[in-house]
């Protein structure tokens, strides 16, 4: 009886420490995300502990074979104490990490913000037309299928949203600013936005992902897209921004033009569906309550 229960333990101990293990390795990709010298020396410790726990678990695999073999009285007691300390060290890593992301995800809010505020001092199209068009993602995601959405990070298709147009820095102001439709010449540069945006992105640890989809935003369906890529070669995020992104832009006031009705922009994109956009994802889009697309809009849109 005793030899049985003792059986139970060793095994929930050892898995225990082996999914300890692998959760320790977040912990270990998150510490590299700070390049200072101190943090070279936590991300060191970081590394050493998972070590150190390899080596706990070799052992507890060991040991728990001598005790099975040799030992039969205080086993029961050993054992627990052992499955107690594992159980102890998965609630610290699950903390840890969590305490991670948390870190994680207010400095990426924090960069974001910053490189949003810089096109928007010179774009005054995209002053909150940024924030219009991470709303709507955020929107168009919460509708999506569940197994769809889940495979979509919130917080990064939400940064995507904001940063869609940040290429635009790198467009001179006498094109951004232009009343009226730009020439040949003004659009092929203009064209270079996301990739500019790319490039601007990919250089940031904190945005590993991202940076193909802001690339990817002016793409359609059918392949006539700024870059001309094929539809298969879309990421499906880009997709949604391009969805958000055509809506916002058609809602909008312009200089020379005011923005359309909830009606008529539906209209408009209807009739691109499946050749420009996404015809699957507009559906869902077309389908959600105009009341949550209409809260999607910032004060300054
Ligand atoms: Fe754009
Ligand atoms: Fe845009």
């Known amino acids: 009886m005793i030899d ?38 936590i991300s060191l410790l970081i590394k050493l502990n998972l070590v150190i726990m390899i080596f706990l678990f070799l052992g507890y695999i060991i040991l728990a074979e001598v005790i099975m073999n040799y030992i039969y009285v205080k086993t029961l007691l050993i054992e627990s104490m052992f499955l107690a300390g594992s159980i102890f060290v998965f609630s610290v890593i699950i903390v840890q990490i969590r305490l991670n992301e948390i870190v994680h995800e207010m400095y990426s809010f924090d960069t974001v913000e910053a490189l949003v505020k810089t096109i928007e001092a010179r774009d005054p199209y995209t002053k909150g037309h940024s924030q219009h068009v ?10 999506l299928p569940r197994s769809y959405s889940t495979k979509i990070n919130k917080n990064m298709l939400k940064y995507a949203g904001y940063l869609h147009d ?13 009343k009226g439709k730009l020439n040949y010449e003004e659009y092929e540069i203009m064209k270079l936005h996301p990739m500019i945006g790319k490039n601007i992105i990919k250089s ?9 989809w ?4 002016h793409e359609q369906i059918d392949g006539k897209g700024y870059f001309r890529v094929t539809n298969n070669n879309i990421p499906i995020e ?15 006031d312009r200089v ?6 909830y009606e008529e922009a539906i209209k408009i994109m209807n009739e691109v569906s499946g050749t420009q956009l996404d015809s699957k994802i507009f559906d869902i889009f077309m389908n959600i309550d105009r009341v949550k697309i209409e809260q999607c809009k910032p004060n300054s849109v």
């Open 256 to 261: 020379y033009r005011n923005g359309k009705t």
């Open 134 to 143: 991470a709303n709507l993602c955020i929107c168009i995601r919460e509708h």
């Open 166 to 178: 940040i290429g635009k820095i790198g467009i001179p102001e006498t094109i951004l600013k232009k």
């Open 204 to 212: 940031n640890i904190l945005f590993p992902k991202i940076s193909d």
């Open 238 to 252: 880009s997709k949604i921004i391009a969805i958000a992104d055509c809506f916002s832009a058609l809602v909008t």
């Open 4 to 41: 049985n229960e003792i059986s139970y333990i060793i095994l929930f101990g050892a898995i225990t420490m082996f999914i300890n293990i692998i959760q320790y390795r977040k912990i270990l990709k998150y510490s590299l995300f700070f390049s200072n010298n101190r943090s070279i020396r």
């Open 214 to 217: 802001v690339y990817y935003h």
